[in-house]
């Protein structure tokens, strides 16, 4: 295979990747039940800022309703007929009057229009980041980070026009729209009837455009949500790019989905673009029926001249509004495709759900039980088997074996995080399930080996566990996991600013910052997944007497491969493929020379090694 084929061949493996791990298409039927829905969100205005805004809208479109009459029927045969110049003037006045209160109308109506749609911008928003907060684990292992964000952003911005624009210009150029015709077939019912015929023609074509157009719009926020993808794995993983010099390839990557991106929105806009031109073709088909027939109807008497410019008026009027109703109905497409994204997130329940009448967890002496419980992340692979297991109140438990055997599996039942597909869980005899999520949360503070270190200063990051804890708690929590030295030894301290995920720290040291925010949480139960794995011997020594007197009165679980760490164990777990093979002290487990006997030996002969 030539390098040029070896190089295609994992852009299209790569592309591939990124297509199917990121949002796929949703088709329904365009459907008002959806966009009344999301019209919901305008109801805590509708007694506010909303009557503002339509008065303003009926206020400018009354003026434009009268106005054309006024000038026409009214004014422009008393002054033919009469040749009254007075009487000119007192018209130029009024309508002057009409087109400052047309003004005063549209101001309103833009100003309160535009506070409503910001207003629900921020509510929608709001509610879609506070649904995703309460989803379980398993809704975030099935989407990349880049197609959340991206709904809670652009799909979320989309929406702005629509709100700001189109929902009140829709009541507006409906209003309109019946007003003209209403006032037309006043003038003259032949004339109307005849201009009226070109209608079912430009309804035909649009009805034929709109499927096309939706689905458009969808393509081209299911190509937005691929670059937000692919943009943050690149950024995450930037190391590792630079590490394997993958910077072409990964530049090709990204040009070939934004390129992909533009063909969706010329295709989109291009489409859109079509409403328009239907619209002026069936106004310059009117416009020649209106001549045409409107001078017969001169030459007959059936109209004045004042009715016939009033008419032409209201008819140059008429197709404006059918005009803006085609670029609303494009809006509702976009608004459509965006609402279906992020409803879809919006309805997604949590596969974890609280029961309505679960209980808060109190004061709890912190006793753990395992029932029959099996587990399974998907219906090929069972990840635990039934197991058994009590973990003592106040004891420390070791979870020990090979990558995949249920360790951490263990840990995401106890808090939660999934539930048992058989069997149960309990704290102190409850059943997890019968708990409220947040209380027991609180009592169970866990420590992981990629700690997650948040943008803010060293003091934020640790009292994030326990935001009203004070200055000196925060203090106190760092010294005894032996973070107050290097924290002290920053040019701000503990005010020191660090970046998302904590760069500026070594992974010891934000290890540390890890253990510190979970003990000032003052947990009753103590997670620690690999949480010693990346701190070098000494600190280890440290954080290892500091241990010791924290976890007195608490209950511990800790997966450790480094098996030093957990000598002093109550009991020690030794897993095998989702089963229970081994469990004692370790004194015991070595007596019994099984596997964990085996295991602390290959790790001796590892190290002599070394």
Do not use: C
Request: net charge neutral.
């Amino acid at each position: 295979m030539t390098e040029k084929e070896r190089n295609n061949l994992v852009k299209e493996r790569t592309l591939k990747r990124f297509r199917y791990s990121t949002d796929q298409a949703i088709e329904k039927p365009f459907n008002w039940k959806q966009m009344l829905r999301l019209f919901r969100y305008m109801k805590p205005y509708a007694k506010t800022l909303l009557p503002l805004a339509i008065f303003g809208m009926l206020l400018a479109t009354a003026v434009r309703l009268i106005a054309p009459m006024l000038i026409g029927s009214y004014a422009l045969d008393n002054i033919i007929d009469y040749q009254n110049v007075n009487f000119l003037w007192l018209m130029v006045g009024i309508l002057s009057v009409l087109y400052l209160f047309h003004w005063l109308g549209n101001v309103i109506r833009i100003y309160y229009m535009n506070k409503v749609g910001q207003y629900i911008i921020f509510d929608l928003r709001k509610a879609l980041f506070d649904h995703i907060q309460k989803l379980s684990h398993r809704f975030f292992d099935q989407r990349s980070a880049g197609s959340i964000l991206v709904r809670i952003t652009n799909d979320v911005n989309s929406l702005q026009d629509l709100f700001t624009n189109g929902v009140i210009n829709l009541l507006m150029d409906l209003i309109m729209l019946f007003g003209i015709i209403v006032l037309l077939f006043m003038i003259s019912p032949e004339l109307t009837l005849a201009i009226m015929v070109v209608l079912p023609l430009m309804f035909f074509i649009s009805t034929k455009l709109r499927r096309n157009i939706r689905r458009s719009w969808q393509d081209v926020r299911i190509k937005q949500s691929m670059i937000n993808s692919h943009l943050n794995e690149s950024i995450q993983g930037i190391r590792v790019t630079q590490s394997y010099t993958q910077e072409k390839e990964n530049i090709g990557f990204f040009k070939k989905m934004n390129q992909e991106n533009f063909e969706a929105w010329r295709n989109a806009t291009q489409k859109n673009a079509l409403f328009r031109p239907f619209v002026e073709m069936s106004g310059a088909i009117g416009t020649a029926v209106l001549l045409w027939y409107g001078v017969f109807l001169i030459q007959s008497g059936s109209i004045s001249i004042g009715d016939f410019v009033a008419f032409a008026i209201y008819i140059g009027m008429f197709w404006e509004p059918i005009s803006r109703l085609g670029q609303v109905y494009n809006q509702l497409l976009v608004g459509m495709a965006s609402s279906e994204r992020i409803f879809e997130f919006l309805d997604e329940r949590p596969s974890v759900p609280e029961k309505e009448k679960a209980k808060q967890l109190k004061h709890i002496d912190g006793k753990i039980q395992f029932e029959n419980v099996e587990f399974a992340y998907d219906e090929e692979r069972k990840a635990l088997k039934g197991i058994n297991l009590t973990m003592d109140a106040g004891s420390t438990v070791a979870l020990v074996g090979h990558t995949g055997s249920g360790k951490t599996t263990i840990v995401n039942l106890i808090t939660r995080f999934y539930d048992p597909t058989k069997g149960r869980v309990t704290i102190d005899g409850h059943d997890l399930r019968d708990i409220t999520l947040d209380s027991l949360r609180e009592k169970v503070s866990i420590v992981l080996q990629d700690t997650f270190i948040f943008s803010g200063t060293i003091m934020d990051n640790i009292r994030f566990g326990r935001p009203d804890a004070t200055n000196e708690e925060v203090v106190e929590a760092a010294k005894t996991v032996g973070a107050h030295k290097f924290i002290t030894q920053l040019k701000n301290g503990y005010d020191t600013e660090v970046e998302e995920r904590g760069n500026v720290l070594s992974v010891g040291e934000r290890q540390l910052l890890s253990f510190a925010r979970a003990l000032l949480a003052d947990p009753q139960i103590l997670i620690l997944d690999e949480a010693t794995a990346s701190i070098d011997t000494e600190t280890e020594q440290v954080i290892q007497e500091a241990l010791r007197r924290l976890l007195h009165g608490r209950t511990a679980i800790m997966i450790a491969h480094r098996l030093s760490t957990i000598r002093e164990a109550d009991n020690i777990i030794v897993l095998e493929q989702g089963n229970i093979i081994e469990q004692g002290n370790h004194d015991e487990l070595m007596k019994q020379k099984g596997e964990y006997y085996s295991l602390v030996k290959a790790q001796f002969k590892v190290l002599d090694a070394g």
